[in-house]
């Protein structure tokens, strides 16, 4: 068991993840995380989001470097498409947060992973934004998650790796949960 | 009134350790608040069963002997069982005695209750796990036309409007008061979390058999990975019928009862449902399929293959492809919410600084965070059969022979106090640990096992 032990790579520090998690469990008000983002609208429907600081461990964090985010929609909306469309946008939250559990999973239970790649697709009725249909909602009528996965487990260790990161997954959560969205406007 | 130990709570856990402490002739004094086997008497709907077979129901000192060893016993049997019990072990019960507050002074335990105060050296909290539900503060925004009820008052269904019932929660005792309800002409939605699936009866035998032979029910607290998770596990999807059915959800769906997820909100007139029924019912599928897998390997290793029914394997929980998200109960005609949604002790009278933030007893295996206090019953609490009558058996035999020690220990101190009162509390207080101390041996405890 040993050999697997340290052999098993998918670049996940575990140690430092149960570190946190022994930690945090000890000092709950740190583990008290705000994720922000800002957006500024550009022309049509084409805006850029940015995102950079968030705030965690009881004090203000940084990611290395600001991240940009064009979001726009496809020409036969009659926009520029100068970006993908925000839908898409929570597509790929979803599909990166999975992800990453899956490696997460994977190196706590010790698989390695040669290879993931997952594909979705969701099923959206425009008559819902376009106000056509009031029984229709504006949102996804279903999210379909594909993933390909080539690692050193049996079928059902791995079909339980997905069920693990969903199960731990916040993207997940948010797509699947009812959230409060309060908007303020000064 | 002083005696060496208190002990709050005469159901089964609270006379194990009576049984255990007498058998060590040490004086105490067995605490209820109504009668012996009092939550089993007052606080379990009429149709519930025991989810163990009559051969695990055992104490120290006495087990099932009647005639039928793989039945459930039914509530009035298991209260016959334990008064039996109460009287064959002479426990010293004070009933009617309700328990108000416990200080603890730094030496003695100073009990207030309804019929006068006690002290005492020693404390066992056997009040058990289930005296209050758990119901999610969502219930407060729900309308106030909705007939809210908790397993703790059920009886029957006859007690609700004959109209639609949710249920939420998909524990034992979720399943069986959906399927009650629903049979009785009340169509019942049942909202779906976290669940775990198990049969009643594999390749011929009880569960709960394999499960003691595979010993996953003597896995102790320290061999746990996830202690808090294993502590907060839902009860297992069992029922204990003559029949030995197997109640999952696909049972529940072949009746006619909606399955829906977790349920999350309620907002705009509409309760909300998660999207994550799917991955509930496939961890648990996994999961007991797991279990399955080792219960065949284990069966093959010890040569058991040839005397017992054939591997098979259960059909995967059957759910819709898009299961709905949002319900409006008056439009459902959903009258009744069934919370089925856990349970927790009432630590209202306990005001020793034991309690976590979570409000529950901080303890290693049952050895409480305050000197010579014990708790029992609880689920994982040292093993993971600690929550079933034959789990508190064995944890009652080892709590008493720590408690002892512990009481051994207050009095060799006492006696060599110099000034009443003055010495340092560390001598007397020593922290609880992981392991039930060994008799010690005359050379010293520092010896190599």
């Known amino acids: 068991m040993t050999n697997i032990t340290t052999s098993v790579d998918n670049g996940v520090n575990v140690e430092a993840l149960l570190g946190a998690r022994e930690a945090l469990t000890e000092m709950p008000e740190a ?3 705000k994720w922000r983002a800002s957006c500024k609208w550009i022309k049509g429907t084409h805006s850029r989001s940015t995102v950079q600081g968030f705030f965690g461990l009881g004090e203000a964090q ?5 991240f940009t985010f064009e979001a726009d929609h496809p020409e036969i909306f009659a926009a520029e498409d100068n970006g993908a469309t925000p839908v898409e946008m929570v597509l790929v939250g979803l599909a990166s947060c999975l992800t990453a559990g ?12 040669h290879s993931v790649s997952a594909t979705l697709e969701a099923g959206m009725d425009l008559q819902g934004i376009l106000g056509i249909d009031s029984d229709v909602r504006n949102g996804f009528d279903g999210i379909k998650v594909h993933f390909d996965i080539d690692a050193d487990a049996s079928e059902d260790d791995i079909r339980a790796l997905v069920a693990q990161s969903q199960k731990r997954s916040a993207v997940f959560d948010i797509v699947t949960n009812p959230t409060n969205v309060s908007v303020e406007v000064n | 009134m002083r005696t060496r130990c208190i002990i709050i709570g005469a159901g089964h856990s609270g006379l194990a350790m009576s049984r255990c402490l007498s058998a060590r002739s040490i004086d105490h004094v067995v605490l209820e608040r109504g009668e012996i086997a009092n939550s089993w008497k007052q606080e379990r709907w009429d149709s519930l069963k025991l989810l163990t077979p009559n051969w695990q129901t055992r104490l120290p000192g006495m087990a099932y002997d009647g005639p039928d060893p793989d039945g459930y016993m039914a509530m009035p049997e298991l209260i016959a069982f334990l008064q039996r019990y109460a009287g064959e072990i002479s426990a010293p019960v004070e009933q009617n005695t309700r ?16 019929r006068g105060n006690w002290q005492s050296d020693a404390l066992v909290v056997a009040s058990g796990a289930c005296n209050r539900a758990q119901v999610p503060a969502m219930a407060a925004t729900l309308p106030a036309s909705m ?14 409007p004959q109209a639609g019932v949710l249920v939420v929660g998909a524990s034992a005792t979720g399943l069986q008061l959906a399927e009650e309800i629903h049979r009785s002409g009340r169509p019942v939605t049942l909202a779906v979390g976290e669940h775990v699936r198990l049969p009643r009866v594999y390749r011929g035998r009880d569960i709960q058999w394999w499960l003691d032979a595979l010993g996953i029910f003597d896995q102790g607290h320290d061999e746990i990975d996830d202690l808090a998770r294993g502590r907060s596990l839902p009860s297992p999807q069992l029922i204990g019928s003559r029949e030995h059915e197997i109640l999952d959800l696909n049972r529940l769906s072949a009746l006619g009862v909606e399955l829906r997820g977790r349920l999350a909100g309620f907002n705009d007139g509409k309760l909300q449902f998660s999207g994550s029924l799917g991955n509930v019912c496939a961890l648990a599928d996994l999961k007991m399929e797991r279990l399955l897998n080792s219960i065949d390997e284990w069966a093959t290793r010890t040569g058991l293959d040839s005397e017992i029914d054939a591997s098979h394997r259960h059909p995967a929980t059957r759910i819709d492809d898009s299961p709905a998200l949002m319900m409006d109960p008056a439009r459902q005609n959903i009258k009744t919410i069934m919370w089925a949604t856990g349970y927790r002790p009432d630590y209202s009278w306990l005001q020793v600084p034991v309690l976590d933030r ?14 010579g206090m014990y708790l029992m019953g609880m689920p994982l609490l040292r093993r993971r059969k600690s929550s079933f009558i034959h789990g508190a058996a064995d944890d009652a035999l080892e709590l008493s022979a720590h408690l002892a020690g512990f009481l051994e220990r207050k009095s060799r101190a006492a006696r060599v106090r110099p000034i009443a009162g003055n010495l340092p509390q560390r001598a007397d207080n020593p922290k609880p640990g992981l392991f039930i101390p060994r008799p010690s041996s005359p050379m010293g405890a520092d010896l190599p096992a």
């Open chain 1, 31 to 33: 583990a008290a995380f």
């Open chain 1, 62 to 66: 940084s990611h290395k470097t600001e």
């Open chain 2, 358 to 371: 979570k409000g529950m007893i901080r303890h290693q295996g049952g050895i409480a965070d305050s000197p």
């Open chain 1, 102 to 113: 899956v490696a997460a999973v994977a190196q706590r239970r010790e698989i390695q992973l």
């Open chain 2, 99 to 114: 328990v108000s507050s416990v200080h603890y002074d730094g030496d003695t335990y100073r009990v207030a209750t309804s």
């Open chain 2, 147 to 160: 007939v809210m009820t908790t397993p703790l008052l059920y009886r029957n269904p006859d007690q609700l």
